[in-house]
């Protein structure tokens, strides 16, 4: 018989198991298990209760000896970890007034983290994402999303997506790739954007099944990056092979989302433009809405009418976007805990946005809550009181945290 280990008493323990995917959460629906316990065997919850009544049926005992909070694994359904270089110098030129375009021609914006990429070696890639995600980890985050997208080349992008493949075998936290090779157009080939695509879908993606590196492509659908019109053929071929698609929609300018909820998107990420009409196609729709805080702290705009779509009856996850042009903080629980502030959410809205609404994000049901059956990733937080928790806005940081039922921090 395999061993039944319980793990606690838990001050708190918040499952934020039996809560709706979709839709406005009111705190007073969460449910909080006062002296929790949770039993686990082989890396999966079997239970879930006070921590006293577990203790019969437990081998052993992996006791907590002060006061704190559990919840489930925090998920980052969206980010860019697997790059080269820095875009400091971006950052400081936009934070001194320089537009977008500026930068661009000044050799900065997306296309020199292309450059910086492509001069890395797929070795010096792999120990990027790995201490990243190790950071990443140590915050909580047991699951992140990472995009290739910095390669744009057929070449190029394996080579990223290797590398992420290669880094999840060395780190504990599991790593969701995303084939994001239409991130831009190439800026090194006369061809055309759709041209571009079209080699995509007859090279990149059959490779990529074959080596199977991701189940999941993305695409930037935006005025400088792909017009929804060039990306509907890239969709149509990608969702044919069985790719889960996702869509960085309405960043700047709208037309992403509905897009997105076109091709049934399992996400939409960004929705920093989406307005009335984007919001009610979004929450009629089966696509999770991403707010990306990250993008606008990064960026100094606007966030995603979080609020809005939560009321609207959207699901909404919420993501880093951690990257080196727009969002390098790569802080989950403090960016959401601001978008929290600002966007007037309840908490229980923010920790579904990091837990189980980010895990349907990546068409992931395995994870995200505490729950019989699910993988045993759970976070403890220094405090007997969960409302600590975004209230310190990123700054109260784990003090234990488990991936698979191991702990690793
Ligand atoms: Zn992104």
């Known amino acids: ?16 198991s039996g809560l709706p995917v979709r839709g406005a959460l009111k705190d007073a629906a969460i449910t909080v298990i006062d002296q929790g316990g ?16 577990l203790l019969p049926e437990a081998d052993e005992v992996q006791r907590i000896d002060q006061e704190v909070v559990g919840i489930p694994g925090l998920v980052d359904a969206h980010t860019h970890i697997c790059f080269g270089g820095s875009r400091a110098r971006d950052y400081a030129l936009r934070n001194s007034g320089k537009t977008y375009l500026e930068i661009a021609k000044s050799g900065g914006g997306i296309w020199d983290t292309v450059l910086k990429t492509r001069e890395a070696t797929e070795a010096a890639l792999v120990q990027g994402v790995v201490a990243r995600s190790n950071k990443h980890l140590k915050l909580g985050v047991t699951t992140l999303e990472v995009k290739s997208g910095y390669g744009i080349s057929v070449e190029e992008e394996l080579k990223m997506l290797r590398a992420i493949k290669t880094a999840h075998a060395q780190t504990a936290a599991d790593l969701i790739p995303t084939c994001l090779a239409a991130h831009i157009p190439p800026k090194d080939q006369p061809n055309s954007p759709g041209q571009y695509l079209q080699e995509l879908s007859e090279k ?17 659908v935006e005025e400088s990056a792909f017009s929804p019109k060039e990306i509907e053929p890239y969709f149509k071929t990608a969702s044919a092979m069985g790719f889960d698609i996702t869509v960085h929609a309405d960043q700047f300018s709208t037309g992403g989302s509905a897009i997105a909820v076109k091709y049934n998107a399992i996400s939409a990420d960004h929705l920093e433009a989406s307005a009335t009409k984007e919001i009610e196609l979004l929450a009629k729709s089966a696509t999770i809405a991403t707010a990306l805080p990250g993008a606008s702290l990064g960026l100094g705009c606007e966030f995603a009418p979080a609020r809005k779509l939560l009321d609207a009856g959207a699901a909404l996850a919420i993501a880093s976007d951690h990257n080196p042009g727009s969002a390098p903080m790569g802080n ?3 960016q959401a805990s601001i ?41 403890a937080f220094p405090t007997g009181n969960y409302q600590e ?8 940081q784990p003090c234990a945290v488990w991936k698979n039922g191991i702990k690793v921090l």
């Open 1 to 16: 018989m395999p061993t039944k280990t319980l793990i606690g008493p838990f001050t708190q323990l918040l499952p934020m």
């Open 38 to 53: 949770i039993l686990i065997s082989e890396g999966q919850i079997l239970k879930v209760a006070t921590f006293k009544n």
């Open 204 to 220: 990149l993606l059959p490779q990529v099944k074959a080596e199977k590196l991701a189940n999941r492509i993305d695409a930037f």
């Open 332 to 334: 989950l629980l403090a």
């Open 339 to 379: 978008l929290g502030a600002f966007e007037k959410l309840s908490n229980a809205e923010v920790l579904a946005g990091i837990t189980f609404r980010a895990a349907a994000a990546l068409n992931l049901k395995d994870r995200g809550t505490l729950a019989k059956g699910k993988k045993a990733d759970i976070v």
């Open 389 to 396: 928790i975004t209230y310190h806005q990123g700054q109260l």
